[in-house]
């Protein structure tokens, strides 16, 4: 794999966890809070391609199984993997791959509403169906009951949606062409 391939996996892995130091909302009657971390895996599926993103999540996912504190709230270990936010955290994986995928497909076709669309199916529709499945699949509240609770998580998730397309459109003018491209 180049060099530019690991620098650019290893800025998304760092990226993914910068955003996690930032404190999570808690939810009164929800075990799962309000974070920034989304946007940054966003940002890394947005700015890094699929591929590249794929794997920076999973380093971070790894360093965090590893007990490195990368979590909100300084939370990390194999117990963040057992509880009912570990479908959001695996799902972070998928979100990432998936926008990323997107982004490299289109690279040459990128509008603003394209972006958006890329944002919110990779890093809501995605992340969210972890989510849910993680909440029921691990016996945490029925299904009906996941995707309800999840709703509450949709509005916070446009507005990063948001602030990731405006950020990465920003960084993607600053930046030669050739280092954010694999």
Known sequence: MPVKDLVMIAL???LVAAFGFLPPIPLPLFAVP???????????????GGKRAFLAVGIFLLLVA??????????????????PTSGYLIGFLFSAGS????????RNRLTITREMLFLILGGIVVEHACGIIGLAGGGYMP???AVIADLVFIPGDLVKAALACMAARRIRRALPRSILQS
Not at 66 to 83: E, Q, V
């Open 12 to 14: 998304g892995a760092a």
């Open 34 to 48: 309000v974070t920034a971390q989304t946007l940054g895996v966003m940002l890394a599926g947005a700015l890094f």
């Open 66 to 83: 590893a007990g490195f504190p990368l979590l909100p709230g300084g939370r990390g270990g194999p117990g963040a993997f057992i509880n």
């Open 143 to 145: 299904f009906p009951a």
């Open 99 to 106: 926008i990323g995928f997107l982004y490299d497909r289109f």
